[in-house]
């Protein structure tokens, strides 16, 4: 396992754990399609949430959100689409994309940052 990996991992269960802290019920991680992969699958309330998570060791390049691109937003909500047909009766209303965060530097904390989009 390459480390770049077992950090990636570890930034999406710090994630998960957050999410589920906060009330979303996760329904999927790591679902693969033709299309790409969606890091997590989650309901919070009647909207299902597609979450993207980008983990950093350091900030020493940026913000790791700033690694989220227009493409890769439109990327997703593809993604989002083609998870809603492959599943449709999870009873949610309406789809929104939302990105965190995870800064795990050594000898320091995790910082998560959620950022919640609008459905």
Known sequence: MHPKDDLGRRGEQLAVDHLEAVG???????????????????????????????????????????AVTRRKTV??????GRWRRAHPRTGARRTRIDLIGVVLTRHRPPVIDHLKAAA
């Open 75 to 80: 990327r997703l909500c593809v993604l989002a």
């Open 24 to 66: 979303y019920r996760i329904l999927d991680r790591n679902w693969r399609c033709p299309a790409g992969e969606i890091d997590v699958v989650a309901l919070d309330g009647d909207d299902l949430v597609v979450v993207e998570v980008k983990t950093r060791s350091s900030l020493g390049w940026g913000d790791p959100l700033e």
